[in-house]
């Protein structure tokens, strides 16, 4: 059972690119434990920002020293970073084109108990509407580690959301990653199948379960891994629509403006089938651990599986 969550493995790519360049800037809102990088700030105090419980601050702030040459991520609990600094991360990122990567912590339904006061379920719409800002949920650590290790190669914005939890492994080290292109993960490799998932972040392990557990059943599924929400890999979609019966996506967000409404849009202009959504309801949401949260709302292996039995079984 992994115990190293993608926030870890943010710091300590962060670390290990740090040594050499010190143009690469951290900046917090009183989150550097929460975003476990304390490590950070402890060795390089000097390209460390501490900006307190002020997260519009802390937006603008690192859009300025951005401005100034340095390559920015700003970390804050994604419920807060992008409801209360919106603005700042609409006009001092997006619209001024600053090389910050806004990084949202404990994502999703991550602070469980505490409610939806904490819940982060409207993120991925409210920075996909963003011109120029991209939007990255990756899945594991090691997905997480490539994205990082890309977005320090390049100058524009970026928000990622990741877990507050460790989430179980879906790659290894040697994982092939391309940004902005999705990973395919399939339990065998065939020319049709029954059904894709399209999904991401934290859902992608439950995803795989769900097609491994399908495959003994002799229904095959894929998987398509789209960490990279905004810009969506059209052509990973459209190959899964062309190769399966449906299409299932599978998002910790709200139903309107994530993961899901991106592959609807595409798919009824460019390949037009059935898509089953799963999200988050439009509604106040149950209080507990995101585990049980998923299971309630049939987001995790079993109830995936369970809607792509019941789809096909439709199908006939």
Not at 229 to 244: I, Q, T
Not at 258 to 272: D, F, N, T
Not at 275 to 299: K, M, S, T, W
Request: proline content about 4%.
């Amino acid at each position: 059972m992994n115990t190293i969550t993608n926030r870890q493995a943010i710091c300590d790519v962060l670390l290990t690119a740090a040594e050499k360049d010190r143009d690469i800037v951290v900046t917090c809102s009183d989150s550097r434990g929460s975003a476990s990088l304390a490590p950070f700030a402890d060795r390089f105090p000097k390209q460390f920002v501490e900006l307190g419980i002020a997260e519009q601050n802390l937006v603008t702030v690192s859009a300025g020293l951005a401005a100034m040459g340095k390559k920015v991520f700003a970390a804050s609990p994604a419920s807060f970073l992008s409801t209360r600094s919106y603005e700042q991360a609409k006009v001092d990122v997006a619209y001024s084109h600053t090389n910050v990567t806004l990084i949202g912590i404990s994502g999703g339904v991550s602070y469980g108990a505490l409610g939806m006061t904490h819940h982060s379920c409207q993120d991925i719409a409210a920075m996909a509407a963003l011109p120029g800002m991209r939007v990255y949920l990756p899945s594991d650590r090691f997905q997480t580690a490539k994205l990082i290790e890309a977005l320090l190669l390049d100058e524009d914005p970026a928000y990622v959301r990741v877990s507050r939890s460790a989430t179980e492994d879906v790659y290894d080290e040697h994982m092939p990653f391309t940004l902005n292109k999705a990973n395919r993960i399939v339990p065998s490799e065939r020319k049709q199948y029954d059904a894709a998932i399209i999904t991401c972040g934290e859902l992608v392990p439950y995803a795989v379960k769900a097609a491994q557990t399908l495959e003994r059943e002799g229904i095959a599924v894929q998987v398509i891994d789209m960490y990279c929400v905004k810009p969506l890999d059209e052509e990973a979609v459209l190959a899964a629509a062309a190769n399966s019966r449906i299409l299932l996506t599978a998002e910790e967000h709200a139903p309107q403006g994530g993961l899901g409404a991106a592959v609807c849009q595409l798919i009824c202009e460019k390949h037009p089938m059935k898509v089953v959504q799963r999200a988050l309801p439009d509604g106040h949401i149950i209080p507990g651990n995101n585990r049980e949260i998923f299971a309630y709302y049939g987001l995790d292996d079993t109830g995936l599986a369970e809607e792509i039995r019941r789809q096909l079984q439709d199908l006939g």
